[in-house]
């Protein structure tokens, strides 16, 4: 993945308003997608992670990397 490849939270959630706004209104969306509309809204509030379907709806995915760093005073 490259460094341009990153998005922010701020970006994340402007993906998926982008992709909601498609839609006549948010429980069409979660509708298309098979999920209630409290949960789309729970996600679109940051009351819950976006899922999978979510994500991928809105042209993303989740990606997870692993990242070390020395302890101070360590060794």
């Not at 839609?23 to 979660?30: G, K, R």
Request: proline content about 4%; overall charge positive.
């Amino acid at each position: 993945m490259s460094r341009s490849n990153q998005i922010d939270a701020a970006d994340l959630c402007g993906a998926v308003n982008r992709w909601v706004d498609k839609f006549p209104s948010e429980a069409e969306a979660a509708r298309s997608l098979g999920m209630s509309p409290q949960a789309l809204n729970a996600q679109r509030n940051a009351v819950k992670p976006y899922s999978a379907r979510v994500l991928k709806a809105a042209g993303l995915r989740r990606v997870v990397t692993v990242h070390y760093e020395f302890i101070e005073g360590a060794g």
